[in-house]
């Protein structure tokens, strides 16, 4: 009995390592904290070998590709010339948009202007996305949501606050739109970064 071992460690070749895949499948799938914790050992055990191997990888793959070009160099010209040729368009507004930064921030003004509640919301998401505020989750009609009260609110002259605050002392709401309200700015000042439980 001392040398007997679970049935699915004997299946190796044809149906049988099927098999044996779709077990260990079920099970990783069943005891996923089992075999992250198993995963995360390994790692911290083989840190360093990982680390040292990426290391030499990226070296060997670096020296690789400065031969590659070194002996291709006429070969890569070719190719490049013709993948200018047949994206010569949209290269060339690339190019104008990077050298032409007046221009840039002219349309990026005049989209602005065009699309205020958009901008207010995208404003706020970067900022709230800086501390970790906005979920991966929210779908494009929550979204749009944000969009349109961020309208609103300029319209009226309005503040959007966060209802829970993004930074309150005791707790930290999300930038979401069931967070957010309306408030006038004096409203808004009183009310600062407190919840009613700070």
């Keep these: ?31 996923r904290d089992k075999t992250r914790a198993a995963n995360l050992r390994w ?15 990226s070296t060997e793959r670096s020296e690789y590709h400065r031969e590659y070009r070194a002996r291709n160099r006429e070969t890569q ?9 047949s994206n010569r368009d ?27 509640g958009k901008h207010c919301e ?24 944000m969009r349109a009260l961020y309208a609103e609110a300029l319209l009226h002259g309005l503040h959007v606050d966060h209802i829970v605050p993004l930074r309150g002392r005791t707790v930290r709401g999300l930038h979401v739109p069931w967070n957010l309200q309306l408030l006038t700015p004096d409203e808004n ?4 970064n407190r919840f009613e439980t700070d």
Excluded at 122 to 130: H, L, M
């Design 1 to 31: 009995m001392a040398g007997l071992r679970h049935p699915a460690l004997f299946l190796y070749n044809g149906s049988m390592a099927t098999d044996r895949n779709a077990y260990l499948a079920k099970w990783r799938a069943k005891n």
């Design 43 to 57: 790692y911290k055990k083989n840190r360093a070998d990982i680390l040292a191997k990426a290391s030499a990888k």
């Design 77 to 85: 010209r070719v190719c490049h010339r013709a993948y200018y040729h």
């Design 90 to 116: 949209k290269l060339q507004n690339q190019a104008a948009a990077r050298g032409e930064p007046a221009a840039m921030r002219e349309r990026v003004k005049k989209w602005r202007a065009d699309n205020p």
């Design 122 to 145: 995208q404003s706020a998401r970067r900022e709230a996305a800086k501390i970790n505020a906005t979920p991966s989750w929210l779908t494009k009609v929550q979204i749009k949501e």
């Design 189 to 192: 000042n009183r009310k600062s």
